[in-house]
Every structure is written in structure tokens, then in C-alpha cells.
């Protein structure tokens, strides 16, 4: 059974930090692209960041550049997404995605939100 657990979402004061983590399971975790998408009220989701299957490239939006960073570790098969100088305008649901070939799964999503 695919799962993506996503964990690590709440709320935080704008300037702040948090760290999200996606936990995988049921699937060739290392085989698979991984991505972190958002998506606020009213808004369609978007790409926040997405990394490679080795880990060895990264994409970032560009209104996270240099605030939020992707990793992911292929032992625990988990993608991590470290985010700071939070903003409101980052509050949204966050939703772990992974992606090989035409294959894609997602997870349930976890709220972030940034008060001002």
C-alpha cells in the first residue's frame, strides 16, 4: 500500500521557522522524483520545490529561493522540506508529492500557517 505521510505543519509567527517531512512507504522510494506543492485558499496548488531521485538537483520557486530548502534521505525514505523566514503569504496546505514516469502519488497534506 503507497503511502505519503506528510508531518510537521502548524503555526508559526512570521519570520519563523519549521520543517516539514514526508514519510514514504510502498513504493521504490528512491526510484521516484519528490516534490513539495502547496496550496492556499482560493489558489491553485503550486510547485514549491522538487529534487532529483539521487538528490543531486534541486528546483525551487521562485518566491521560496533561498528560504526553504529540499533534502531527502533514500535510507529512511523520507523528503524534507526545511523552511525559514516564514511569511503569511506562505500559509497554504503543503502536500508531498513523488513522481517516476507517468507514476504519481500524493500525500494528505499538512496546514502551515504564518501569522503576522
Known amino acids: 500500500q503507497v503511502q505519503l505521510v506528510e508531518s510537521g505543519g502548524g503555526l508559526v509567527q512570521a519570520g519563523g521557522s519549521l520543517r516539514l517531512s514526508c514519510a514514504a512507504s510502498?513504493?521504490?522510494?528512491?526510484?521516484?522524483?519528490m516534490s513539495w506543492y502547496r496550496q492556499a485558499p482560493g489558489k491553485e496548488r503550486e510547485l514549491v520545490a522538487d529534487?532529483?531521485?539521487?538528490?543531486?538537483?534541486?528546483n525551487y520557486a521562485d518566491s521560496v529561493k533561498g528560504r526553504f530548502t529540499i533534502s531527502r534521505d533514500n535510507a529512511k525514505n523520507t523528503v524534507y522540506l526545511q523552511m525559514e523566514s516564514l511569511k503569511p503569504e506562505d500559509t497554504a496546505v503543503y502536500y508531498c508529492?513523488?513522481?517516476?514516469?507517468?507514476?504519481?502519488?500524493w500525500g494528505q497534506g499538512t496546514q502551515v500557517t504564518v501569522s503576522s
Open positions: 529534487i532529483t531521485s539521487a538528490g543531486d538537483s534541486t
Open positions: 510502498g513504493f521504490s522510494f528512491s526510484l521516484f522524483r
Open positions: 508529492n513523488a513522481r517516476w514516469l507517468i507514476t504519481k502519488y
